[in-house]
Nanobody, 124 residues
Framework: QVQLVESGGGLVQAGGSLRLSCVGSGRTFGSYAMGWFRQAPGKEREFVASIGWSGTLKQFGDSVKGRFTISRDNAKNTVYLQMNSLKPEDTAVFYC?????????????????WGQGTQVTVSS
């Protein structure tokens, strides 16, 4: 079993920044890929970013490219999502996900464990 706990969400004005963190436990965290997804009310869960086991391979959703970055600290079992230039349309619950593979992926079906989510609200 893998447990994932997200933190760092909150209320921010448009143009501002937030950094989300996700701490994992229960497996050799550093050997597996991680991802961030988000879900706004009434919408499907959307891919945001993913990172491979070593931190070298990264993928981003089209709507966040150039504004969000993903990184990981395997010594701390933690993956981060740095969000800059936030927009009201970024408002959603953000979820951290663990993939039983070394390589990043974009689909929710490719991930095996999920956190409970953290709310991000961007005001205009």
């Amino acid at each position: 079993q893998v447990q994932l706990v997200e933190s760092g969400g909150g209320l921010v004005q448009a143009g501002g920044s937030l950094r989300l963190s996700c701490v994992g436990s229960g497996r050799t965290f550093g050997s597996y890929a991680m991802g961030w997804f988000r879900q706004a009310p009434g919408k499907e869960r959307e891919f945001v970013a993913s990172i491979g086991w070593s931190g070298t391979l990264k993928q981003f959703g089209d709507s966040v490219k150039g504004r969000f970055t993903i990184s990981r600290d395997n010594a701390k079992n933690t993956v981060y999502l740095q969000m800059n230039s936030l927009k009201p349309e970024d408002t959603a619950v953000f979820y951290c996900a663990y993939r039983d593979s070394r390589f990043p992926a974009r689909s929710t079906d490719d991930y095996d464990y999920w956190g409970q989510g953290t709310q991000v609200t961007v005001s205009s």
